[in-house]
């Protein structure tokens, strides 16, 4: 069982940086491969990277590729997203998601997803 809460989304302005974090709870979270999704309004949910559980491998949209690090500490049971260069076009409601493999995170069909967090960015 893994449970996930978001926090960190707020407002920031084009060309400024901001990190949300993932916090999670339960026996199994060292195991889990996990990953950050964001929806738009009016936009399908979009992938925008995952980490595997042990943080050897990770993966990222082209649209976030050099601006996003993903990253996690399994010791505080917590995975952050940093994200610089802030876009218009980044605007969204920030997801982080769980699973026991990878594919599935990367996907979308993990089964395990947080209440979201909302990102804004002004130009």
């Known amino acids: 069982q893994v449970q996930l809460v978001e926090s960190g989304g707020g407002l920031v302005q084009a060309g400024g940086s901001l990190r949300v974090s993932c916090a999670a709870s339960?026996?199994?979270?060292?195991?889990?491969?996990m990953g950050w999704f964001r929806q738009a309004p009016g936009k399908e949910r979009e992938f925008v990277a995952c980490?595997?559980?042990?943080?050897?491998?990770?993966y990222y949209a082209d649209s976030v590729k050099g601006r996003f690090t993903i990253s996690r500490d399994n010791a505080k049971k917590t995975m952050y997203l940093q994200m610089n260069g802030l876009q218009p076009g980044d605007r969204a409601v920030y997801y982080c998601?769980?699973?026991?493999?990878?594919?599935?995170?990367?996907?979308?069909?993990?089964?395990?997803w947080g209440q979201g967090t909302q990102v804004t960015v002004s130009s």
């Open positions: 339960g026996r199994t979270f060292g195991n889990q491969a």
């Open positions: 980490i595997s559980w042990n943080g050897a491998s990770t």
């Open positions: 998601t769980a699973n026991i493999k990878m594919a599935p995170v990367r996907g979308g069909r993990g089964g395990y």
